[in-house]
């Protein structure tokens, strides 16, 4: 039907007038009981032009559409307030009425069919002199689509609100759209065919968590990219680290197979990408395998490949990471932890320059330059059976050693402000820096995660200073507390290149182990204590104090709970 129904009458427009009400003195325009104010078509023109040109048009749709969404809903509760009593047919077409009321709109319907009890709803009506097609003609132009975004918006939400049903709108002829006039037609959303897509229209989609996802995506990006012009910078002045950095820069441009040796999370992959940079295969690829992080029965498939049907689950021919190395150089960090058959298919690979897949026939040549690292004693590990003694002489032809954070005290300021730029671009945050006494905190601390505890520390502390504030000691203590774990039982010695022995987790507790037994403690009053020191430490955040003990915060939080409970 394209000419309006005659027999559709619209309510009494009295009632809805007499809830106007203007007061200029107080500047106040109410309707109902509802703070309305008056635009002009000219603002509402600039401000909706300025949306498009930010956002985009689909974006901008979006957003005018769920701006009448939110007026339709309010204009649906008053539509039943007014008339309690009449048929739902007629009272429905409060609604056009407010249309109008508001200078948005002229409505004309054309039909409705409105049956509650099936449920059913058809609608089409004529808009005459819509606002946002005398704003696309005189702002934006001609659009590629319909234009009238918020008053379909209002539709929607009246006609949904008012039914209780899911109503949808499209507008299929448009003013706007180069079209003769403006009809839209509503019924329920699952009669069309593209309903979710158009429902989607009505959720908020922050700009901020794309930003964030992009910046994300740009920093990773940033992190991966290694210009093979670029060599990477090495913060240190101490003498221990320069005196190193000597020896790497020394041997780097040879293609002499070189060992790293230092305690993890003092750096040697970035030094490994050092060695990459400053040879003659700078612009080949640099690989790097953490053969901890691989398990033993995959380790040789990981480094040499694998041909298809070499084991089960083995369904296609794949490459290892010494061909994806060819022409470059391959980092092989925790060496030590290589299974006795890649110890041995390595060694061949150093003396021969040749591999086999798993599973495969023949050789193939591979030109790869290795740098390989560990955190533990070769030598010992030679002794104990656990490793290659033909292989480690192989690799241990050009050592050394890198020195751990704790015996580099001076660089500690210098990495510490590296750390503070890096992250404050990243998070697009300011401080004002580490105070005295926050610098002092750092310069005072053990360091047994090296420069990478440092660098979790100023992230943490960077995330957590408030805007243009300094990062304070109060916060790089608790920054300490939550990074710093249980020393290891052994750690390698800079200067020696050899393991020292520590204070191991199992001597600690074997030392409260054996003071709680001499002094008679209960172990409920022991469990009380641990809980509330590490709330303490923790300042009653339950999430941190959890992670001190070990444990999930749920975990923690029924212990305390019971804690509480018990006499």
Wanted: net charge negative.
């Amino acid at each position: 039907m394209t000419e309006p129904d005659t027999t559709l009458c619209f309510p009494d427009l009295g009632e809805l007038l007499n809830k106007l009400k203007f007061e200029p003195v107080d500047g106040k325009v109410w309707v109902n009981e509802r703070r309305a104010v008056l635009l002009d078509l000219f603002s509402l023109a600039s401000f909706r032009h300025e949306i498009v040109m930010s956002l985009g048009v689909e974006r901008a749709k979006g957003f005018f559409m769920r701006l009448g969404y939110y007026s339709g809903l309010r204009d649906a509760e008053l539509a039943r307030q007014l008339h309690p009593d009449m048929p739902p047919e007629k009272a429905f077409l409060t609604g056009p009425q407010m249309h109008a009321l508001r200078g948005m709109v002229k409505v004309v319907p054309l039909y409705v069919e409105f049956r509650p009890e099936e449920p059913h709803f058809h609608a089409s009506f004529e808009w005459i002199d819509s606002f946002e097609v005398e704003i696309a003609r005189t702002h934006l132009g001609p659009m590629g689509e319909p234009v009238c975004w918020s008053l379909i918006g209002y539709a929607c939400a009246y006609s949904s609100h008012f039914t209780g049903l899911e109503i949808q709108y499209r507008e299929v002829e448009c003013q706007g759209h180069d079209d003769e006039r403006c009809i839209i037609v509503g019924k329920l959303a699952h009669e069309w065919d593209d309903a979710e897509n158009f429902r989607q229209l009505f959720k908020i989609s922050p700009l901020i968590d794309e930003f964030y996802e992009l910046q994300s995506r740009i920093v990773a990006l940033e992190k991966q990219r290694l210009d093979a012009s670029d060599i990477p910078p090495a913060l240190g002045e101490a003498p221990p680290f320069t005196s190193a950095l000597k020896v790497i820069d020394q041997g780097a441009p040879s293609d002499v197979t070189m060992l790293l040796i230092g305690e993890t999370g003092t750096g040697k992959e970035i030094l490994a990408r050092r060695v990459h940079s400053m040879s003659r295969r700078k612009e080949g690829p640099f690989v790097a395998v953490n053969c901890a992080a691989i398990p033993p029965e995959l380790i040789e498939a990981e480094l040499f490949g694998v041909e298809k049907g070499a084991y089960t689950g083995a369904t296609q021919s794949r490459s290892g990471r010494f061909e994806r190395a060819h022409g470059g150089t391959l980092f092989l960090d925790e060496v030590i932890e290589l299974s006795p058959r890649a110890q041995a298919a390595l060694l061949r690979a150093l003396q021969e320059g040749e591999i086999e897949r798993v599973g495969g026939t023949r050789s193939q040549r591979v030109d790869v330059r290795i740098v390989a690292a560990t955190n533990e004693d070769l030598a010992m590990a030679v002794q104990q059976g656990k490793f290659r003694a033909d292989l480690f002489y192989r690799i241990n032809a050009y050592t050394v050693v890198v020195p751990p954070l704790r015996q580099r005290r001076n660089d500690i300021g210098l990495l510490a402000e590296h750390f503070r730029k890096r992250y404050e671009h990243k998070y697009q945050r300011n401080t004002q820096g580490l105070t005295d006494r926050a610098m002092q905190a750092l310069n005072q601390h053990h360091w047994p995660g090296n420069i990478r505890e440092l660098e979790n520390i100023i992230e943490r502390a960077v995330i957590l200073t408030p805007e243009n504030q300094s990062i304070s000691e109060e916060l790089v203590h608790s920054s300490v507390r939550v990074s710093t774990p249980l020393a290891p039982e052994h750690r390698v010695d800079a200067a020696s290149g050899t393991l020292k022995a520590v204070c191991s987790e199992a001597a600690t507790l074997e030392r409260i182990a054996e003071q709680v037994l001499d002094q008679r403690i209960e172990l409920a009053k022991l469990e009380d204590h641990l809980l509330r020191s590490a709330l303490r430490r923790a300042d009653d955040n339950y999430t941190e104090a959890a992670s001190l003990l070990g444990m999930t915060r749920a975990a923690f939080a029924y212990r305390v709970k019971k804690s509480v409970k018990e006499p």
